[in-house]
């Protein structure tokens, strides 16, 4: 079944929302920084107020690693980025560094947007941002409504395209409410996003402080915050474009998509990717002793040692082979469906007892 985008103008929609549902899009992690303390932050505790960096899942080594973020941009084909935190704009010099480099390695139509709360897009830096080739910037206006929306006025004097990124919070009704009034107010923002509110590991206790409860209990969703969301398209009708972001787009959609996508470009010959984007393989651990060289010989490219984890990966048949033939040896055989990122790890693994000779 399609996914269906709950937009009140899909031909409005940024560029970057486009390219995320279909998991084109890498994500920048730039710095866990922040000096806002939002009870709602679903970043997780090794990520939040550190200065660490990650695209996708893979950690960056360092802030002038931009061969692994070119690297894992590649390897997911990638045709955009958004770069977010923390607060990217603490480390603005390396989001333009990061702008540049990218944009060096994959063209002037590499789409790369911007997460922002605003306290720092002064005009100097946002002419930096510009100058670097930043394409759009997203203000997450929230807290304080009244107070922060300034923020966004020296971003509308740029060529980047500007919007406006905000949970749909049911204890924010009558602001989020307000905040709409003012953008309509202001033709050069371009659009509103709006995100479903979720509980993470990270912010529940906070989120129970402040009321929110779970839509159901098969959900992270917020009870309200799809329908609250709903109320405001109707509200702005075709005033500007407004989007709703669900849980549903984020964890399942878009991630599947970028797994997918990232999948098919590193997978081995004898290994499937299936409909959510995981890697499906059969593996057999050792005790291997002296054959090792000899099976990477037998089967070439059916078969591949990961060094790590020290195991075989192949397939069904090729594993039969293996298994009868050094069946002494107390192989152990498994299917394992294996997340495909940067540091692959296991999200089942089932023993095969029917290849035991």
């Known amino acids: 079944m399609a996914f269906k985008v709950l937009t009140n103008s899909e031909e409005g929609l940024s560029k970057a929302c486009r390219q995320c549902v279909k998991g084109q899009e890498m994500v920048l992690f730039i710095t866990g920084v922040c000096p806002e303390k939002c009870y709602y932050c679903p970043v997780s505790e090794e990520r939040l107020r550190h200065d660490v960096m990650y695209a996708n899942e893979r950690k960056l080594k360092s802030p002038e690693d931009f061969e692994g973020a070119i690297r894992e941009a590649k390897e997911m084909r990638a045709l955009g980025c958004g770069i977010m935190g923390g607060e990217p704009l603490v480390v ?130 917020v009870k309200g915050s799809k329908e609250l969301g709903q109320r405001i398209m109707q509200y702005v009708g075709n005033a500007f474009t407004v989007h709703f972001c669900t849980t549903h787009a984020k964890n399942t959609v878009q991630l599947g998509n970028r797994l997918k996508r990232r999948a098919n470009t590193i997978k ?70 294996e997340f495909p990122t940067s540091d692959p790890w296991d999200f089942e693994k089932v023993p095969l007892e029917i290849l035991r000779a």
């Open 92 to 221: 603005v010099d390396r989001v333009c560094t990061f702008i540049r480099a990218l944009k060096q390695a994959f063209g002037k139509d590499f789409y790369i947007h911007l997460y922002t709360f605003g306290r720092y897009a002064t005009k100097e830096n946002l002419m930096k941002l510009e100058e670097a080739g930043l394409d759009e910037i997203r203000f997450h206006l929230f807290e304080d409504f009244g107070l922060k929306r300034e923020r966004i006025l020296p971003a509308l004097e740029t060529k980047m395209r500007v919007g406006v990124e905000i949970p749909c919070s049911t204890d924010k009704e009558k602001e989020i409410f307000e905040l709409m009034d003012f953008i309509k107010a202001h033709s050069g923002i371009s659009f509103v996003n709006l995100n479903e509110l979720e509980f993470s590991e990270s912010n529940f206790d906070g989120m129970k402080v402040h009321g929110h409860v779970q839509a159901h209990e098969n959900t992270y969703a």
């Open 268 to 337: 081995r010959p004898f290994e499937h990717v299936n409909a959510e984007g995981l890697m499906e393989k059969i593996v057999i651990e050792g005790p291997f002793e002296n054959v090792l060289k000899d099976i990477l010989n037998a089967h070439k490219e059916r078969v591949y040692f990961n060094e790590p984890v020290q195991r075989l990966e192949t397939n069904l048949h090729t594993a039969k082979k293996i298994m009868k033939k050094y069946a002494e040896l107390g192989l152990k055989a498994a299917r394992v469906l």
